[in-house]
């Protein structure tokens, strides 16, 4: 079964930039869309972004839209999120998963479309 690792959280301040990973062990990534979502406390777990599979489309939330980047290398099995012009209300667990089958990269990213899911990274945006 496709096992997803996030990492690159952390701590940062409004106006700076991270850069999460996703990588995936035990199969390959690269048939599968990736999507990043986030959940902070006390909110439902939203998509921010997806990436289909080739790498060629992807789709944004509103919300991060001109400020984040979603890439993927399949060659080494890494799906990324950069994160630049950070605000507070980034701040939240951040997740990748994969698409079920037949979920494409486009309009909304759900999470009912998406499985295997990672344990998350913190982000943390505070001056």
């Known amino acids: 079964q496709l096992r997803l690792v996030e990492s690159g959280g952390g701590l940062v301040k409004p106006g700076g930039s991270l850069r999460l990973s996703c990588k995936a062990s035990e199969y390959s990534l690269d048939h599968y869309v990736i999507g990043w979502f986030r959940q902070a406390p006390g909110r439902e777990r939203e998509g921010v972004s997806c990436i289909s599979s080739s790498g060629r489309a992807t789709n944004y939330a509103d919300s991060v839209k001109g400020r984040f980047t979603t890439s993927r290398d399949n060659a080494n099995n890494m799906v990324y999120l950069q994160m630049n012009s950070l605000e507070p209300g980034d701040t939240a667990i951040y997740f990748c998963?994969?698409?079920?089958?037949?979920?494409?990269?486009?309009?909304?990213?759900?999470?009912?479309?998406?499985?295997?899911w990672g344990q998350g990274t913190q982000v943390t945006v505070s001056s």
């Open positions: 998963a994969a698409a079920l089958f037949g979920i494409y990269c486009s309009g909304d990213v759900i999470k009912e479309e998406y499985g295997n």
